[in-house]
């Protein structure tokens, strides 16, 4: 085998399935499709028929067969019942991408953030991270092999100006279970780590900035990130898809930063 090759043999998920939730749209969509060219079937569970269905045809003409289900993520016996699809169709999973989440743009002053608000957030970017976890561990544990990559945020690792305390803080929760999880499950050969992105340029973050900063007040952010400019999707992606290939099978409990170096730690 040649070098080209065996690099290409080392990033192959040829026979692999993988799953990415709320992957119709935005970082999960540009994770599903990085995922699929590496060869892994691809499932994408969202709650948005016609981005599921828009979504599909676009890895279609690409010549990508994908998986899709509508289901709620939030509600649990939903999210049981997709499980048991996607085992009952594909018969294993190797790739769990825990991508729900947000701020669901709710207010980012703490002092207008309600009770409702803060458990809108935990229940989308916890507890479906947890839920569904929950449910694939055992397959992976008897596979003795398995990638679980989270998507945390820079704002949970050191604050936002634009995003709130509840975002913030779970966002925080998602990293501490993530190292908990590595704890736990490395020894049945099962990695798991979290992907902080700063701020990503999908349609909704777009419209996010425009709406709460002036074209003056971007600008000095991006003379703040050392790389000059804010992250695109492929940004994303491309760390996805080395966590989740056989290449990175040291790497475990990590909370990788994707954010053009506009904040640094030790
Ligand atoms: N975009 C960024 O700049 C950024 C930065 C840091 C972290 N993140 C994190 O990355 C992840 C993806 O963010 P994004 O910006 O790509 O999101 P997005 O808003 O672009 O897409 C979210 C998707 O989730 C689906 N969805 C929402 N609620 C759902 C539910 N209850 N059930 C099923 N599907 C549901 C939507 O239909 C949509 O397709 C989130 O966890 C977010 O916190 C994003």
Not at 124 to 140: K, Q, S
Not at 176 to 196: K, R
Request: glycine share 10%.
């Amino acid at each position: 085998m040649n070098n080209q090759a065996m690099l290409q043999e080392e990033f192959s998920l040829s026979g692999q399935v993988a799953l990415i939730t709320a992957g119709a749209r935005g970082l999960g969509k540009g994770i599903a499709l990085e995922l699929a060219k590496c060869g892994a079937y691809v499932w994408i569970w969202d709650n948005d028929d016609q981005a599921l269905e828009s979504t599909r045809s676009e890895f279609e003409s690409q010549g990508l067969r994908i998986g899709i289900l509508k289901l709620d993520l939030v509600d649990p016996i939903s999210l049981q019942r997709a499980y048991e699809r996607l085992i009952s169709e594909s018969s294993n999973l190797h790739i769990l991408v825990n991508n729900a989440g947000g701020s669901l743009h709710t207010p980012f002053q703490f002092l207008k953030e309600s009770d409702e608000d803060w458990m809108r957030l935990i229940e989308l970017n916890l507890m479906t991270t947890v839920r569904l976890t929950r449910l694939v561990l055992p397959c992976m544990v008897s596979n003795k092999y398995g990638r679980i990559v989270n998507l945390g945020s820079k704002a949970g690792r050191y604050g936002s100006l634009f995003a709130g305390a509840n975002y913030v803080a779970v966002k925080g929760a998602v990293h501490s279970l993530t190292i908990q999880l590595a704890q736990e499950f490395g020894l049945h050969g099962i990695t798991v780590n979290t992907v902080c992105p700063g701020a990503i340029m999908t349609e909704r973050v777009k419209g996010l900035l425009a709406s709460r900063q002036s074209p003056e007040e971007r600008q000095r952010v991006i003379n703040e990130i050392p790389v000059r400019r804010h992250g695109e999707i492929d940004d994303v992606a491309r760390t996805v898809r080395f966590l989740v290939s056989k290449s990175a099978g040291f790497i475990t409990g990590s909370l990788i930063d994707v954010n053009g170096g506009q904040v640094m730690s030790t």
